[in-house]
């Protein structure tokens, strides 16, 4: 019994956290100061923080005889989209987090079309592990046959079709650098073997 009151938490470390406010999390853990640290687990720890947006996956590492650390790893914010009227971002992991303009993020991309958000981050991680700029698309349209048309920050759109494949992203990105596509305004991609410009 003396020895368990000896290890008694003491110290929460949160390491790791960009997006969320270390405060936030410690204020949600609060309740284990003073509790043993032989005896919690990562439940006690996760648990009371599943509220909070952004967390993708927590580590709990335990320094004795009265510190326990919080890794945190984040997700990243990387499209705006609005629902029902209710601005959102739209996450790594498809969550949608209400908007706070306190986070900075204002100058992501925009997200339309019914039910894209289901859609999105598949289509966002074919394009970037393909080399697509990222950085120069202003908005993603999403439409009910499955397919995406990329608004870019220049107004320059690309209609893509809905049997997407790496060949067509890599084709895009090609068209993009190429000096003879730069007065073009529309580049469509959506008929086999066919490039449409205006």
């Known amino acids: 019994n003396s020895k368990n009151a000896f290890f008694k ?30 005896t ?5 720890v ?9 967390i993708n996956k927590i580590v709990v590492k335990k320094r004795y005889p009265e510190t326990i650390i919080i890794e945190i790893y984040e997700t990243v914010p990387v499209a705006i989209i609005y629902k029902n009227e209710i601005k959102y971002f739209l996450d790594t992991k498809s969550n949608l987090v209400i908007f706070k303009k306190e986070l900075n993020f204002s100058n992501l991309p925009q997200v339309f079309g019914a039910y894209a958000e289901e859609h999105f981050i598949n289509f966002y991680n074919q394009i970037k592990d393909n080399g697509f700029p990222i950085n120069k698309i202003k908005n993603f349209y999403y439409f009910r046959s499955g397919r995406w048309d990329l608004q870019l920050i ?14 067509l992203i890599k084709q895009a990105v090609k068209l993009l650098n190429r000096e003879d596509f730069s007065d073009y305004n529309l580049i469509d991609l959506r008929i086999d ?5 205006e």
Do not use: A, C, Q, R
């Open 9 to 38: 938490i003491e110290k929460i470390n949160v390491i790791n956290t960009y997006i969320i406010n270390e405060s936030e999390i410690i204020n949600k853990l609060k309740h284990l100061y003073g509790k043993n640290i032989i």
């Open 40 to 44: 919690l687990n990562s439940f006690d």
């Open 46 to 54: 996760e648990k009371p923080l599943k509220s909070i947006d952004f």
């Open 154 to 167: 220049n107004d320059k759109m690309i209609k893509f079709p809905d049997n997407l494949n790496v060949s």
């Open 193 to 197: 073997d066919k490039i449409i410009v």
